[in-house]
């Protein structure tokens, strides 16, 4: 079986795909995928475990703008979500032509968009710990941090639009391998601005940044000048096609806004918790990195979702576009109800590797414990989202999301943290989460939508 997912070269030998073939692909593009999404989160561990070695405070700085710089994350991946599916559409359709068009104008509306948000940043750094309520002890760390990954954002860009572009394009074992490397870059770094350099928590930010340089440029030359699908050459004239820009929006928009909604949920929620103290604020720090563990594996199905769903879409498969969607989902829910299982015995033994305060490991054990019940229902979220991101279909879906989000969780969240304290954050946060899980999969299979 070929290395990459080429859908309209496949449908041209046989045009009748056998369940055994689709579970095989959906499998083989996904093991990739799964190796990027915890790669990315082990970039997190180790910045949180060697930045907890500094103490608490350290610890409670980045937990403190983790949420923000989420933000910046997703609105980034939302706006190169709107180039990517747009290129599964014409790879599943065969025309090259056009998904370089697509890739051409992606590069040049993805670098504008991320410089700005780089400024924006560096506007508000200085203000953004006051606004989350945070203590005078642990500003100046927390500001530094947040400048530093924003004006990082051109280069966390670049690897989520490379990466997306050559998944979406059928080839997930390239960004695979990029961003487990990174994963060792960041390690490296890390040590020499951390501890050799002695930059604290500045070292942590600056150590993410330079591992995701050195990934941005090389999955950048791959993509441009060596992806047969992609590649752009000089004596092609690729001009700007404001068709493609607008449909890129229109999909995008609904994510980024969803996005941007679930990460600012997440600040008034730490907003919420940062009264509560260091150790609070640091336990929910780390709950929720380990909790990442389990589900990453669905982010990961959640891009061969896209691919595949996408592709058949642009094939006008409609048999196939259902089939690998409840191929992607039920692998996605099998996957994290695993890992959500082995997470409630090993999270006390991750949460000794973290920090070395028995507090917060007690507290971050405690609240994770909770969580873990909703995983299947977590998954159901994440791969429907994918499935119906893959079909063009966002708007709806993002909504929905909004909705349980900003009524669901924070509403339960602001009537239970007064009795339970951070208990009551994550019981709530269980709660949305089945709610969210159960509403994503009604829309993806009960009603109708076409791309575009």
């Known amino acids: 079986m070929a290395s990459t997912f080429d859908l309209s070269k496949i449908l041209e030998n046989n045009p009748v795909l056998s369940l055994k073939k689709q579970i095989a692909y959906t499998i083989k593009l996904t093991i990739p995928g799964i190796i990027a999404q915890i790669s990315s989160i082990i970039m997190q561990y180790i910045d949180a475990s060697m930045a907890g070695k500094l103490g608490a405070d350290a610890s409670a700085a980045i937990g403190l703008t983790a949420s923000s710089t989420w933000v910046l994350g997703s609105l980034s991946n939302a706006l190169c979500l709107g180039f990517t599916v ?3 559409h014409s790879t599943g359709a065969g025309n090259k032509k056009e998904s370089k068009t697509i890739f051409f104008n992606s590069i ?3 670098l504008i968009f991320s410089f700005f948000l780089a400024l924006l940043s560096a506007v508000i750094s200085p203000y953004l710990p006051f606004w989350l309520g945070s203590t005078s002890r642990i500003n100046t760390d927390a500001t530094w941090y947040f400048l530093i990954f924003g ?3 051109p280069l966390f860009i670049t690897v989520y639009l490379m990466s997306g572009m050559l998944q979406c394009s059928g080839n997930m074992k390239l960004p695979a391998i990029m961003n487990a490397l990174m994963c ?5 770094f890390n040590w020499l601005f951390i501890f050799k350099l002695n930059l604290g928590v500045k070292g942590a930010a600056l150590g993410t940044a330079a591992s995701a340089f050195v990934t941005a440029a090389g999955l950048f030359y791959y993509t441009v000048f060596k992806n047969d699908y992609l590649k752009l050459k000089c004596r092609e004239i690729l001009k700007t096609k404001f068709a493609v820009i607008k449909k890129a929006v229109k999909i995008a928009l609904p994510v980024g806004l969803e996005s941007t909604a679930f990460t600012g949920a997440l600040v ?10 260091s150790a609070a604020l640091a336990a929910n720090s780390f709950a929720t990195t380990a909790e990442a563990l389990c589900y990453m594996p669905g982010y990961g199905v959640q891009e061969s979702a896209i691919t595949l769903v996408g592709q058949s879409t642009g094939a006008k498969r409609d048999d196939l576009t259902k089939s690998f969607s409840v191929i992607t989902l039920l692998l996605g829910i099998g996957l994290m109800s695993l890992a959500a299982v082995v997470m409630w015995f090993a999270c006390p033994l991750v949460f000794s590797f ?11 054990v405690k609240v994770l414990r909770i969580e873990l019940f909703c995983e299947p229902f977590y998954a159901a979220a ?3 989202s994918g499935a119906l991101r893959g079909k063009g279909d966002t708007f709806i879906p993002g909504l929905m999301s909004l909705f349980s989000l900003w009524v ?9 943290i007064t009795d339970y304290k951070l208990t009551g954050i994550w019981i709530a946060m269980t709660a949305e989460l089945c709610f969210r899980g159960i509403i994503l999969m009604l829309r993806l299979f009960c009603f109708k939508k076409k791309a575009g």
């Open 86 to 88: 747009q290129v599964s």
């Open 108 to 110: 040049l509306c993805t």
């Open 151 to 153: 004006l990082s954002t």
């Open 184 to 188: 060792f870059m960041d390690v490296a």
């Open 268 to 277: 008034v929620v730490a907003r919420m918790i940062a009264p509560l103290g």
């Open 354 to 364: 973290l920090t070395p305060d028995q507090e917060i490991q007690a507290l971050s």
């Open 382 to 384: 994440i791969v429907s």
């Open 408 to 416: 669901v969780r924070l509403g339960l969240s602001a009537l239970l």
